[in-house]
Each structure stands twice: as C-alpha cells, then as structure tokens.
C-alpha cells in the first residue's frame, strides 16, 4: 500500500468533474470539510466549473452564512440535490424557489442508510419510514419544486407489506472531515463530535471509483494513529487534505475550535443549570416531561423540546433517561444551537446509519419534537412552513418508530401569555392557527400512527391532545383558560372533547405554572 496523495484545497477541488454526484459531511455546524467546499466554490467562480453537480448530504449543515453546501449555490454549479435538512443553507433553498435547480427532500435515516447501501452496491434502500408522509411518491416523493420531476422513490410490495425503495444513486466525490491522517491515508476522528456517516461515504464512493477527500488537521507518519481509532481506512481514501487547527476551517464546530468534552476526550462535571424562566416554553416543558418514565432512551429535538431536558435537570430527574441524538452520541448532555449533534459526556457513539437502524427497529421508548401544524388526522408538518422548505431531519424516523411521541409547540403562533401563579392568562393571542383542518406537508403521519395503536400526543401551553383510534382528543387544559373560546375557537378543526360526568376537561397540574420547583418524581 503506498503513501496517500497529499493535495492542497485547490488541488483536491480541481479534481472534481463537471456533472459528478458529491456527497459532503457534516451535522449541523460539525464535521464539515470547509476547506473543500470553499475551495470548489472558488474554482466555479474562476473557471466555471465543476457545473452541473448533484449534492448528496445526509444532514443539513451550516451556519446561514453562506457555508457548507450554500458554497455550491451558483446557478450552473449544480443541478440538483438530495438532503436530509435544509434550514442552514438558505441559498439552495433561494435557488429552490426560483426553480432553477431540482431537489429532493428524503428522511435523513433513510439517506444514511443510502450510503451504506451504495457502498454494497446493494440495488437500493428498502424502507418502512415515509410511507404516508411526504417522503411518500402518492404524496410527492420528497419532492421540492416544480422542477423536479422525477421520482427517486417507488413503492414495493415485499412479504405483503408495503415499503419505499430508492434506488441505488452512484456517488462520484466525496468531501469528508477528519482529525489526523497517517502516510497511508487512514483517517481518525477523535476531535470530532460524531463519526457521522464518514466511513459509509468513503466506502460507498471507493467501490464506485470514484475520488475520496479527507481534510485533516495534520498527516502524521505510518504507525503513529492506534488503529482502533481509524474510523477510515487508507484503502478508501484517494487523498486527503491539510487543514491546520487553527485556521477556522478546521474548526470543531463553526462556534468552536475545539472543546474535548464535546468529542468524548474528557469528561466534565455538568454544572447545575440557571432555572429557565416560567414562559410558555417552560411550561411546554414541564408538562412534556411528565411522560418520562424510569430508564427510558429518548431523542430530544430542537427548539422547545431542549426544554424537556432542562426541566429534567432542574427537577432532579435527568439521570432517569438516556438521552441520544441522531448523528451517533449516546448518553451525556446533548447541546443545542450550533453545537446540536454534539453531546458532552457521552456514554457510546455509532455511526449515523446504526444510530437510525436502532431507531427504525423501535429502539427508543420516547421521543420529544416540535410542531409547526396538526391536523384533523394527528398529521404533523415541520418540513415546509407555508412556501418556506425546511426539510424533514430525521424528525420522520424518530417520531414514526418510538414507542411514544411527544410532538411540543405553542398552541398558536407568537402567542404572549402570563403565568406563575399557579394559572394561564392569555396576554396576547397568536395570529396563525397550528391546529389546521390540512396540514402543508406531512412529516409525521397520524394516519398511519392511528393505524398501528400508536401512542402520541400534542403538548401546548394551554391545552394537551391525544391521537386515538377515532381521531384527535383534548385530554386537558391550563387552569384559568376557557376551552370554547381560547382552545376550539382557536383551532380550525374541533377535536373530540374528553370531559367528565359534569362536562369539565381535565386541568393541568397547577405546578406546572407556579414559578417554583413542581418536585416532579419519575415512576
């Protein structure tokens, strides 16, 4: 085996060709090989090419500001691309709308599990998750914009049931991140703050012949790396690229050069965390967390549901759940904001696509994510808000296969409320309904969830639901809110009412809006 090319940005860049499939890594603000992408665009905007890509990418990563994928948003650069998320890469997304490239939006469980698959040079992905949603081609097959027509998903029949298969999509480049490389090309991670879906992209990308490209921060001699650390193995890799620690390209994340605690490097004690305030996200929260049972494994996603882990914390109760996050951590502290995808202390890490088989298989007990709109049917959409596409994550995955979902969000949209006496006062009521007779798009399915017994419910600051076989319930209201006029007044459909023998709704428990520890205690 001989040495690994050791190419300058530019070098590995120049390299590309002019309608190529690239696959890039990355989560959120991590593990993105920008010295790469900056360079690719760099040479598009010289030369004019590479034009007429596809971009392959599990995750959606980036920062807004023009990073990650959105170096590749020049009209001629690409032509289409297949993701997993797009709310940090605006520019594609401006591109989106005008119709000028096409674009698919597949369950980022579904496209990690693409990658492995290629790398077999398996046929396709067969997989039960997107069936009714809009993954689903009766519903758009993931489809973003008028220009794109062509499906990428079929549905098959296999042992009576019913799947989605995509087939297998040829990657030509890909662009990954690294830590260290040796002479021969093998390739460790331990500053990084999840293995991600590398090794699944090398692999795939090798054994269709095509380029593979890793940025690291140093290339050491042969021998020097333990081997139990390569996460890529030099007979993938075809070059690999030098990007010093402290330039920021090579930063762990795009708002940190590097913190060990965040890769598994070392462990720190948690600080007690400064109580949130008694808002409608606190109490969200509060009244979400109720669900958590003893040792349960939960999935929180972003926004609101982070509450869920702070009221944890506050009420002495986190220690009775593990956490774990999509993109490998398992255990610790996840973190929010840009550094989503890392988690602190974590207890294991898996590659993303093991990390989704377990999910997909009914691995997790519970799950915490957000609401954008609920329909009549208990459909949830957080993937397209209104003409502005987002994408799905691996919100499908997780809140299609938990044992329970806990779908948290504002009853209206920019409501202001008071609180703290033990009641809800609505200050000043939200101008938009999310409890809509049609919801835009369907990420999550109640249809299907209502099929299968699934347990689900929708969790306000002033009313509680329940998905049951007859359709949508309110179970419960806030102390001091009026169930006709601030609840089903302000819905565009009407829920079946739980009451009891005098007519009343159940309340929530006033705990829950008294600013002061509730004591909560996990059964």
């Not at 297949?82 to 989106?96: A, T």
């Not at 490097?265 to 979400?288: C, F, T, Y």
Request: proline residues 3%; contains cysteine; glycine residues 12%.
């Amino acid at each position: 085996m001989g040495k690994v090319k050791v190419l300058t940005a530019r070098e590995a860049a120049d390299l590309i060709k002019d309608g190529d499939t690239l696959t890039l890594s990355g989560f959120v603000a991590n593990g993105i090989a920008e010295a790469l992408n900056a360079a690719a665009e760099e040479r598009f905007l010289e030369t004019g090419h590479p034009k007429d890509l596809t971009l392959f990418y599990v995750a959606g990563t980036g920062n807004k500001d023009g990073s990650h994928a959105d170096h590749y948003a020049h009209e001629g650069m690409i032509k289409r691309v297949i993701g997993g998320h797009f709310n940090f890469v605006p520019q594609i997304c401006e591109m989106l709308y005008a119709n000028k490239i096409e674009g698919y939006n597949v369950p980022q469980g579904a496209i990690a599990q693409m990658l492995r698959d290629n790398a077999a040079h398996k046929v396709g992905t067969f997989t039960h998750v997107g069936l009714g949603t809009f993954a689903d081609p009766r519903n758009g097959g993931g489809r973003l914009n008028e220009k794109t027509t062509e499906d990428i998903v079929k549905i098959i029949e296999l042992e009576g049931q019913e799947q989605l298969f995509y087939p297998r999509i040829p990657i030509d480049v890909a662009f990954i991140r690294g830590t260290y490389a040796d002479e021969l090309g093998n390739v460790t991670m331990e500053k990084e703050m999840a293995p991600l879906d590398c090794t699944a992209q090398a692999m795939a990308v090798h054994n269709n012949g095509g380029l593979v490209v890793v940025q690291v921060e140093r290339v050491v001699k042969a021998g020097q790396l333990d081997s139990k650390l390569v996460k890529i193995p030099g007979i993938y890799v075809d070059a690999v690229v030098e990007c010093p620690a402290d330039d920021p390209h090579q930063s762990q994340s795009i708002n940190c050069t590097y913190d060990p605690a965040y890769s598994g490097n070392v462990q720190v004690p948690v600080s007690s965390l400064e109580p949130k305030k008694l808002d409608a996200k606190k109490i969200i929260g509060r009244r979400a967390a109720m669900e958590l049972k003893k040792n349960v494994v939960v999935n929180l996603g972003v926004g609101v549901p982070e509450w869920v882990s702070s009221v944890a914390a506050e009420e002495g109760v986190a220690d009775e759940m593990t956490l774990t996050v999509e993109c490998g951590p398992i255990g610790g502290v996840p973190g929010g904001g840009l550094r989503f995808g890392g988690t602190v202390n974590a207890q294991a890490y898996v590659d993303e696509s093991y990390q989704f088989d377990f999910y997909d298989g009914g691995g997790l007990d519970l799950c915490y994510l957000g609401l954008a709109e609920v329909d009549i049917n208990g459909n949830v959409n957080v993937s397209r808000l209104g003409s502005r596409i987002t994408g799905s994550g691996g919100f499908t995955n997780i809140s299609s296969n938990s044992k329970k979902a806990v779908f948290c969000g504002t009853f209206t949209n920019g409501v202001k409320i008071q609180t703290g006496d033990g009641k809800l006062t609505i200050l000043e009521e939200g101008k938009k309904h999310k409890f809509v007779n049609k919801v835009t798009e369907i990420t999550f399915s109640g249809v299907v969830a209502g099929k299968a017994g699934k347990d689900v419910i929708y969790v306000t600051e002033r009313a509680v639901f329940a998905l049951k076989a007859d359709g949508v319930h309110l179970i419960e209201v806030a102390p001091g809110i009026d169930v006709e006029t601030q609840v089903l007044a302000q819905m565009d459909f009407e829920p079946i009412v739980d009451r009891d023998e005098n007519g009343n709704v159940k309340l929530m428990d006033e705990r829950i809006f008294k600013d002061e520890v509730m004591g909560m205690t996990i059964d």
